[in-house]
């Protein structure tokens, strides 16, 4: 059982280039989500699924796009790299869609974009 | 919009000391999930409050729900240098189809 897995664990990127995080997990959960993790700033919810072919917007999903064409697949497409998106981002799922199960985390991406 | 606020940001302890970390929100939440992050590490999950005046405890570890279900806290007893990480509330908000929202985290340091 792998859980949630993330790849890749580290990428550089220059501005303007476009880029894809995927993620994956095995636990069969309905539910799926990306955070980005900035100093000082906490986890702050960028996209979120609540199965497949459905997603909305979290906090702060600008310059983001997330599709979810199986249950198992929720990859985050970075259209036009910014500096700002230079940031540790993680995947996360979770077996119920109401918010009242413990979300599983992968080990995250560390992206920096120059 | 939907905040969790936390408090504090940082706390630097003396390795037996106790330590306490604050969430509050603005409006009443469904339930509040507690998480620790190790350094480098991901998030990794604690613990979960639903009801109203809530209080669980796991070893040395203890967390409340208030009565409003707008604030929780997580106190440690006796620090130990296991501890030494970030804790993460998140709460969930009615109506809200899963989305947890994070506070910003409390650092700890335990200083042996």
């Known amino acids: 059982n792998a859980g949630v897995t993330q790849t890749p664990k580290f990428q550089v990127l220059k501005t303007g280039q476009s880029m894809t995080l995927q993620c994956a997990q095995d636990m069969n959960h309905e539910y799926m989500s990306w955070y980005r993790q900035d100093p000082g700033m906490g986890l702050r919810l960028i996209h979120y699924s609540v199965g497949a072919g459905i997603t909305d917007q979290g906090e702060v999903p600008n310059g983001y796009n997330v599709s979810r064409s199986t249950t198992e697949d929720f990859p985050l497409r970075l259209l036009l790299a910014a500096p700002s998106q230079t940031s540790v981002y993680f995947c996360?799922?979770?077996?119920?869609?109401?918010?009242?199960?413990?979300?599983?985390f992968g080990n995250g991406t560390r992206l920096t974009v120059t | 919009g939907q905040q969790v606020m936390q408090i504090p940001q940082y706390q630097h302890v003396q390795e037996g000391e106790d330590f306490t970390t604050y969430c509050n929100s603005s409006?009443?939440?469904?339930?509040i999930q507690w998480y620790k992050q190790r350094p480098g590490g991901h998030p990794v999950f604690l613990i979960q409050l639903v009801k109203s005046g809530e209080v669980k405890k796991q070893k040395r570890l203890t967390f409340q729900f208030g009565e409003a279900k707008k604030n929780s806290s997580l106190h440690i007893t006796a620090t130990q240098t296991t501890d030494v990480g970030t804790y993460f509330c998140?709460?969930?908000?009615?109506?809200?189809?899963?989305?947890?929202?994070f506070g910003q985290g409390t650092t700890l340091q335990v200083k042996p």
């Open positions: 996360a799922s979770s077996y119920s869609v109401t918010g009242n199960s413990p979300l599983h």
């Open positions: 998140a709460g969930g908000f009615s109506g809200n189809t899963g989305k947890l929202i």
């Open positions: 409006t009443t939440l469904s339930n």
